[in-house]
């Protein structure tokens, strides 16, 4: 059998593995090299066309042995790079090699969360980190955790002690990011109070929140107005006050991390009028959630707790690979409406008899074992851990932020709320602002986003980077000043 053909699993697989693991470390590297700098220069056609040179033909009658090497260099050559300090666009952080190696386990060991004998300790090990995870969302700011380190429930029940019911605690599913969270979390209101169910949300909520509703068919959104960039409280209680319908038929989405300018709802506020109008909450924390791991930064998350469901996103302020999002769940209960039954999965006799049913875990049947490179950051970082890697990626926005006021040539729009500036050349038209971006990412020079915000546009940086140093700032933003035109 070819070298090409072998498994990545089984008594063979670390043998088969190890060259070919040098074979895509040589390969990133040198693309890397050829790229020299955070994106590939020429724009879109020059990309392309590098890309076809190096793939040729696609399937051709006999395979090419070089074929790792030659793709994967032109993936690396042709890739914008998140570790690069001049790639802060979006909200697309680099990963951490720790993650990145578990990830690769998963592929290799490619258990398949739809049934338990297809992945007997991937099921564990998911029960074990959304367990923890739904417990960090809800253990509140200062708050000792409320399980008191109680193990996570299994199909509703204890673990240990002679069958015992054990108190329904917070839980939580993976899912591959926020908008597949937000989804679910609609879906589940909707189960909760009926299709009339219906959603506002804030201006400045995430385009996927109004996408859901349409998806589930739910009543058209009422769009709140979000004039300072966050939800505005005064607005959402008339909203509420006058909006038709009985007791728990609205649903209100708030964000913790706002994809334009990073900016948090006021959460207590929030909470507080959804408990005076019945309403359920739903907060889309996917950006701004991992503050929970800081000490420094957590309280920017008062009000959290009170959520019903709370969308997280770790390949996001969470340094995983894609995909590793979360929906934590106050009430596990909710979640009961996700069963479904396939006898070859999860027959009946088999899950009295004790075998766990993975199937209500998620609408998708067949499920890589995202958690594993999440179980491995958690238990190899700890919280103090994470929340140093939060805290330097947010103190290197306020550094940044400071560069640009203090800088008499660009106008800052606002001081950081987590790890997101955003900023312009003064004086200079909207369209000056948008031709320097592009021409920075044509030369392949700088990946910086936008965001128009009142009328205005503006230059986004979203540092994610906690390696970024204040000399790449400083660096970065001469980059810009030299490239705007005047």
Request: net charge negative; aromatic share 2%.
């Amino acid at each position: 059998m070819s070298a090409s053909a072998s498994l990545a699993s089984g008594p063979e697989g670390p043998h088969a593995l190890r060259p070919l693991l040098d074979t895509v470390l040589d390969a990133l590297s040198e693309g890397a090299r050829a790229r020299g700098g955070p994106l590939p220069s020429g724009g879109p056609d020059a990309v392309a066309t590098r890309v076809r040179d190096a793939l040729g033909d696609v399937l051709p009658d006999q395979g090419d042995p070089n074929a790792l090497h030659a793709v994967v260099r032109s993936l690396a050559e042709n890739a914008a790079d998140p570790a690069d300090p001049y790639c802060a666009a979006h909200l697309h952080c680099p990963p951490l090699a720790l993650a990145t190696a578990a990830d690769l386990a998963a592929s290799a060991l490619n258990p398949s969360l739809d049934s338990w004998d297809q992945a007997p300790g991937a099921s564990e090990l998911e029960a074990l980190v959304t367990g923890a995870l739904a417990r960090e969302v809800y253990r509140g700011p200062g708050l000792h955790d409320p399980t008191n380190g109680a193990e996570p429930l299994q199909n509703g029940t204890g673990r240990g002690g002679e069958g015992e019911k054990t108190p329904a605690q917070p839980d939580a599913l993976i899912t591959t990011g926020g908008t597949e969270s937000n989804h679910l979390a609609l879906l589940l209101a909707r189960e909760a109070h009926g299709t009339g169910v219906r959603l506002v949300h804030g201006a400045n909520a995430h385009h996927s929140l109004p996408r859901a509703a349409w998806l589930l068919g739910l009543p058209e959104p009422v769009v709140v107005p979000a004039p300072a960039g966050t939800l505005d409280p005064a607005a959402l209680d008339e909203a509420l006050t006058h909006l038709p319908g009985p007791h728990g038929s609205l649903v209100v989405a708030a964000t913790a991390g706002t994809t334009d300018a990073g900016l948090i709802d006021p959460l207590p506020q929030i909470a507080a009028l959804c408990t005076a109008h019945g309403a359920r909450l739903h907060v889309d924390a996917a950006y701004g959630g991992a503050l929970l791991f800081s000490d420094r930064y957590r309280d920017r998350l008062t009000g959290l707790d009170a959520a019903d469901t709370v969308t997280l996103d770790l390949h996001k302020l969470g340094w995983q690979p894609v995909a590793a999002g979360v929906l934590a769940v106050r009430d596990p209960r909710d979640l009961a409406v996700l069963h479904h039954r396939a006898d070859y999965l999860n027959a009946e006799d088999d899950t009295e008899a004790g075998l766990p049913d993975l199937l209500g875990r998620s609408l998708r049947t067949s499920r890589r074992p995202d958690v594993l490179k999440i179980a491995v950051t958690l238990k190899a970082l700890g919280r103090t851990g994470l929340g140093r890697l939060v805290e330097q990626v947010c103190d290197r926005a306020r550094e940044f932020a400071a560069l640009v006021d203090d800088h008499p040539g660009f106008e800052l729009h606002d001081p950081p709320t987590i790890s997101t500036v955003l900023f312009r050349p003064a004086p200079a038209t909207d369209d000056a602002v948008a031709a320097v971006r592009r021409r920075l990412l044509t030369e392949g020079r700088a990946v910086l986003g936008r965001a128009r915000i009142n009328g205005r546009l503006w230059l986004k940086a979203t540092l994610l980077n906690p390696h970024t140093h204040p000399d790449d700032l400083a660096a970065l933003l001469k980059l810009v000043e030299g490239n705007t035109p005047r």
